[in-house]
Every structure is written in structure tokens, then in C-alpha cells.
């Protein structure tokens, strides 16, 4: 079973990095920073001349300089390599410091273009996305780039140029040696390209383990996952299953790091022989009459030749490494290329907010989270006049809520129109429709943070007067103010300190702020008490005044006074009118209506 699906895992691997992760593209993260790693590669290629000079300045001094006890030469020559060690120095601290700056640059980009991205996908595609799953990709695996960006592509190109420059200064040495030396070179990128590959699966695999363990933590010690958890007497088990999941990403750890070993080893011991055997066939030409060469010339030679091979080492490493975040791109480019349905045009209606009207129009509007099965909404047209009060009304299942979605553009019809002041919302432009319409949703989400930043999130400009008078419009205020810090009192993760009717009259309060033309209550009254929610209701009827309610309710009790109450079952309008012309139709809403006493 484990075989099948590491199979599994493999192919759908293999598409994935097919479809996404290119060279080109990766290259194309660095595009912007051009200029700066131009002069990184100057730096590098200066570092390298420096580096393969000091081995020639070596052989002076043991041919030429120490036998004639040539005193000035002497002190020339070991200045020499005291000058190109200073200059190699001085090179490879501000090669760290560019680099650096320009490798987390490029991951800001990165984990910026990511996050803007997501926030233009359509509402579908977070109600089956894990939160833990995109804040792995995110934190995770952006973060497991660091290196590439920061270390290992400069590194990279500072070990090609130094073996490249190696060699040639090899063969100008002495062609013979070198050609000895190179023999070692189709050995070590065979072996390195196999172990690039199997430690690349296995780092895709251990991305998708941490992204598990990330999202059980999120889930399950959570305020409610806490709750759930002791209330069902399930902590124990939930620490079991935790546990088995930190062990498959230890396990995968170690694989990763470990997987090809005995290969690599190969290599080191391939390497670490070459000066030896450099030394014995040296031994040899040293005796070849007059081809003949100088202890001097074999000296140089062992000094570059151990030049090469710890380049060659860490280009072979780099190697792997490229090997194993091309895992990682292929999960961050996989949601880079998920289509953004939710897109602003590019030259979009803006409406002046002094002239908003708040008129609503559903044309025909047609829709399906799945394009194989019935449409969730069938045929809808409903016409909202500016400044009245529309109801959505229906039982479990009906459409309302999603009705609710389309009108917000958290999903974009498949057929027919929205309008709002005659403007199709595909047209508006994103600021435009925020100052039409306000929504208050049946979950209200409220950050960790102040009551004040709470509210001043639908408005960050709004004083202290706006925030108490939306505050008390919802009803809320007098609960604040018995608070000893007031609206500075932390409201916990997801609102925890607040009963559920207290978060809906801070989301109420927040969405007042905004002061739109239309506002859009679904189930916002459904976790208060009676008598909390006849209050807001009056409050309701003066903020009313001037503005387009829509009000998609269980509770028929709050629709009662509409104008117009539009009745959907399966995704159809069924019955419109008034609260008294649809009970002496005596159909589906006269049937709620008696379902709910």
C-alpha cells in the first residue's frame, strides 16, 4: 500500500514540476536585481583570477626565488600572495553582503507575489485549501529557498568560475597532469546527478508531511480545536496522531539529507586519492628527459589541483541542492499559475460615492461550485430599488447564502448579471464596490487584536467619535465601555473573549464604519438574544434610512417589515412579495413562516 502510493506521489510529482518549474522561470526571479549581480559576477570572476595567480607566484618561489636565494624576488613574490589574500578577502565580504540583500529581496518578492495571489482567487478555492497547507507554502517552503537565493546560486557561480579558471590554468601548467586530473570530473556529475534526483523526491515528499504537521497544529490547538478536543476527550489521541506525524517528517529529514551517501562517498574518496596519484605519475615526468618537469611545476600543480577539487565539491553539492528546491518551486509556482477568477479589469467603472444610489439588479443569474452537477442558483432576477429593504428568505440548502456570495463578488456569476447603479460588478473596480456595498456575514471573524484595530480595519482614518458611534448603533458600546481597557481590550484569537452575539455586533459596528450605500446582513442577527435583536433592529431602521438593505435571514421574525421578501428553494425564486401577500399564498414561505413557531 505504502509502494503504491509513493508511486502515486511520484508521477503526480513529476507533472507537477513538469507543468510549472522551468529554468527560465526561476532565472526570472532574479530578472530585477540584474545590475547588482552583474557586479556580483565581476566580484566573483576578480575573486577567481586572484585565487588561480597565488599557485604560479608559489612556483617562482620554489623554482626560481628560494634556489638562488634571491632575498628581493622573495619578498616580491610573498607579497604577492599576501596582496591577492587581502583582495580575495576584502571580495568575499562585500560578495556576502550583495548577496544577501538581493537574496532576501527576491524572497520578500516571492512570498509577496504569493500572498497578493491568493487574495484574488475565488472563495472555492479556500473552502477545500487546508490554512496550514498555505501557510506551509508560504513560511515553509519559501523559506527552504533562503539558501538558493542567499548562498548557493552566488556560491555557485563563484565554484563554476574558479574551476573553470582552474583548469585552464591547469592545462597551461601542465597539459598532461591535468588531463590526469580532469579523468574524475564524468565520475563525480554522474554520481551527483543521482543523488540530485532521489533526495529532489524525497524533499517534495517532506514538504507535503510538514504541510500535515502545520495544519494539525493550526487546526487542533486552536481555540476551538482546544475546545473540541478536551470537551470529547480526545487531547491523548490527538497527541498520538501529532506524534506520528512529526516522526514521518523525522524520518523524511534524514532520508533527505542522507539518501546517496555510499554514492557520494564515492566521490570524496575519488577526490581525495587524485593528489596521490598526481604526486606518483609526477614522480614519472619528472624523469621524462627532456619533457621533464620541476618539483616547482608539480608543487603549483597539487596547490591548483586542490584548488579544483573543493570548488568541484561545492559545485556538486550546489548541485544537489538546485535539485532538491526545484521540489519547493514546484509547489510555490503551483499557486502562482492557479487562475485568479476574482480579477479587477484593467480599466474598471469607478463610481463617484458622492452620487451612489445603492440600486441592485440580479439578471437572470445563473451559477455552480461544480459545473457537473444542478445549478446552486437557476434563473435568479430580482430588482433591489435604492433605499429599500429586501428579504432572501428560504429553507437550508436554498441558495440564500450563496446568493449572498455572488452579491459580495466572492464568486463571479456563470450566467446573467449584477448590477449595482446599472453597472455590471464584473465592471466596478474593487474600491467601487466596497463603497456600495457593506456585508455582515453569519461568522463574523475578528482579529487578535484591539477592538479599536478591529473596527478601524473598515476604516483605518476613523476617530475615536466614528468608532464609539458605529459602536453604538450595533448595540455594542455600553458592553466596551464596562471593559477596563475600553476599546483597547485585546479580543483573542477569532474573538474568543466575545460571546458570538457580541462578535456580530463588532462585525456590525465594522461594517457601519464604512458607511456603504448598500448593506448586506447575512444571518447577521442569528447569535443574539431577543432582546438584543429587537434593539438592533431599531438602531437598523435609522441606519436604514437612505441605504439598500438586503437581509438573508432564517429568522423570519426580522424580515417581517420588508418591502419585498424574495422566497428561493433550490436555487429558484419561488414566491415574491410582502410579508402579508406571501402568507395568503399560503406556499413555501406561509409553510416557513408556520415551521417557525
Not at 601542465?174 to 570530473?185: P, Y
Request: hydrophobic share 45%.
Amino acid at each position: 500500500m505504502t509502494d503504491d502510493l509513493n508511486r502515486e506521489d511520484d508521477f503526480s510529482y513529476e507533472e507537477l514540476t513538469s507543468r510549472h518549474v522551468s529554468v527560465r522561470r526561476i532565472l526570472g526571479l532574479f530578472r530585477a536585481y540584474h545590475s547588482r549581480l552583474a557586479l556580483v559576477f565581476v566580484l566573483i570572476l576578480l575573486s577567481s583570477m586572484a585565487g588561480i595567480a597565488a599557485p604560479f607566484l608559489l612556483r617562482g618561489i620554489i623554482d626560481v626565488a628560494l634556489p638562488s636565494s634571491n632575498l628581493a624576488l622573495l619578498s616580491v613574490l610573498a607579497g604577492g600572495l599576501i596582496v591577492l589574500a587581502c583582495v580575495s578577502t576584502a571580495i568575499g565580504v562585500l560578495q556576502v553582503l550583495i548577496t544577501t540583500k538581493v537574496g532576501q529581496a527576491i524572497m520578500h518578492d516571492l512570498r509577496v507575489r504569493v500572498y497578493g495571489h491568493l487574495q484574488s482567487l475565488s472563495l472555492g478555492f479556500f473552502t477545500t485549501a487546508r490554512s496550514g497547507e498555505i501557510q506551509s507554502r508560504i513560511a515553509s517552503d519559501i523559506g527552504g529557498l533562503q539558501a538558493l537565493v542567499t548562498h548557493t546560486a552566488s556560491e555557485l557561480t563563484r565554484n563554476v568560475s574558479m574551476v573553470v579558471m582552474t583548469m585552464i590554468a591547469m592545462l597551461a601548467l601542465e597539459w598532461r597532469l591535468a588531463l590526469f586530473s580532469f579523468l574524475v570530473l564524468p565520475v563525480a556529475i554522474g554520481i551527483s546527478h543521482r543523488v540530485g534526483k532521489s533526495r529532489e523526491a524525497l524533499t517534495y515528499e517532506q514538504q507535503l508531511r510538514i504541510a500535515d504537521m502545520s495544519s494539525a497544529v493550526q487546526e487542533t490547538l486552536s481555540i476551538s480545536g482546544i475546545i473540541l478536543a478536551r470537551t470529547m476527550g480526545r487531547s491523548d489521541d490527538l497527541t498520538r496522531r501529532f506524534i506520528r506525524t512529526s516522526k514521518r517528517v523525522a524520518a523524511l529529514e534524514v532520508r533527505s539529507h542522507t539518501a546517496g551517501q555510499w554514492e557520494w562517498s564515492i566521490i570524496d574518496l575519488v577526490l581525495h586519492a587524485l593528489p596521490a596519484s598526481t604526486l606518483l605519475l609526477g614522480g614519472f615526468l619528472m624523469q621524462d628527459g627532456a619533457t621533464a618537469i620541476t618539483i616547482g611545476t608539480l608543487v603549483a600543480m597539487i596547490a591548483l589541483q586542490e584548488q579544483l577539487l573543493w570548488p568541484l565539491e561545492e559545485v556538486l553539492q550546489s548541485g544537489v541542492q538546485l535539485r532538491t528546491t526545484r521540489a519547493l518551486f514546484a509547489r510555490i509556482f503551483d499557486y502562482l499559475d492557479r487562475p485568479a477568477e476574482i480579477v479587477e479589469r484593467t480599466d474598471p467603472v469607478t463610481l463617484d460615492r458622492k452620487t451612489l444610489r445603492g440600486a441592485v439588479r440580479l439578471e437572470d443569474v445563473r451559477f455552480s461550485y461544480d459545473t457537473s452537477q444542478q445549478p446552486t442558483i437557476d434563473g435568479v432576477s430580482i430588482d433591489i430599488p435604492a433605499g429599500s429593504h429586501t428579504a432572501i428568505v428560504g429553507a437550508t440548502g436554498s441558495g440564500k447564502t450563496t446568493l449572498g456570495y455572488l452579491l459580495a463578488r466572492l464568486y463571479d456569476v456563470d450566467s446573467g448579471a449584477i448590477r449595482y447603479d446599472g453597472v455590471d460588478v464584473r465592471d466596478l473596480s474593487f474600491q467601487s464596490l466596497t463603497e456600495m456595498l457593506g456585508v455582515v456575514t453569519q461568522e463574523p471573524y475578528l482579529f487578535n487584536a484591539s477592538i479599536a484595530d478591529n473596527l478601524r480595519f473598515a476604516k483605518p482614518e476613523a476617530t475615536d467619535g466614528e468608532l464609539i458611534a458605529a459602536a453604538k448603533v450595533a448595540q455594542i458600546h455600553a458592553t466596551i465601555s464596562a471593559l477596563p481597557d475600553g476599546y483597547d481590550t485585546l479580543v483573542g484569537e477569532r474573538g474568543y473573549r466575545f460571546s458570538g452575539g457580541e462578535k456580530q455586533r463588532l462585525s456590525l459596528a465594522r461594517t457601519i464604519l464604512c458607511n456603504s450605500r448598500v448593506l448586506l446582513m447575512d444571518e447577521a442577527t442569528s447569535a443574539l438574544d431577543t432582546a438584543t435583536e429587537r434593539a438592533m433592529a431599531q438602531a437598523l431602521e435609522t441606519l436604514a434610512e437612505g441605504r439598500t438593505t438586503i437581509t438573508i435571514a432564517h429568522r423570519l421574525s426580522t424580515v417581517r417589515h420588508a418591502d419585498q421578501i424574495i422566497v428561493l428553494d433550490k436555487g429558484r425564486v419561488v414566491e415574491r412579495g410582502s410579508h402579508e401577500q406571501l402568507l395568503a399564498l399560503d406556499g413555501v414561505y406561509a409553510g416557513l413562516v408556520r415551521a417557525t413557531h
